[in-house]
Nanobody, 124 residues
């Protein structure tokens, strides 16, 4: 069972950038696809993007396309979410999740393992 831990959240001004990390506990990290989700208060968990096992394929929600970039370093068992041009609507708790390939990237139920989340707050 893989354990995930996000880090890198914080408070940033609108227009700024943050880079989130998702550290996995297992060296078998490369067998999992990784998804990023976010949840704002009183809202449903929202798909941000996903990356394939090798990192060759990425998939993004329209709301973040062109601003956010997902990557991974399997040698370090770590995934990343680079967030640029942040705006207050990006304020949420951000989660990384891992799943075996298959299933729909944007559906939270497709993922078996979840991190505890990290808060991102964007001030106007």
């Amino acid at each position: 069972q893989v354990q995930l831990a996000e880090s890198g959240g914080g408070l940033v001004q609108a227009g700024g950038s943050l880079r989130l990390s998702c550290a996995a506990s297992e060296r078998t990290f490369s067998v999992y696809k990784v998804g990023w989700f976010r949840q704002a208060p009183a809202k449903k968990r929202e798909f941000v993007g996903a990356i394939s096992r090798s990192g060759s394929t990425t998939n993004y929600a329209d709301s973040v396309k062109g601003r956010f970039t997902i990557s991974r370093d399997n040698a370090k068992n770590t995934g990343y979410l680079q967030m640029n041009s942040l705006n207050p609507e990006d304020t949420a708790v951000y989660y990384c999740a891992a799943a075996f390939p298959g299933g729909t990237d944007s559906v939270p139920e497709s993922y078996r393992y979840w991190g505890q989340g990290t808060q991102v707050t964007v001030s106007s």
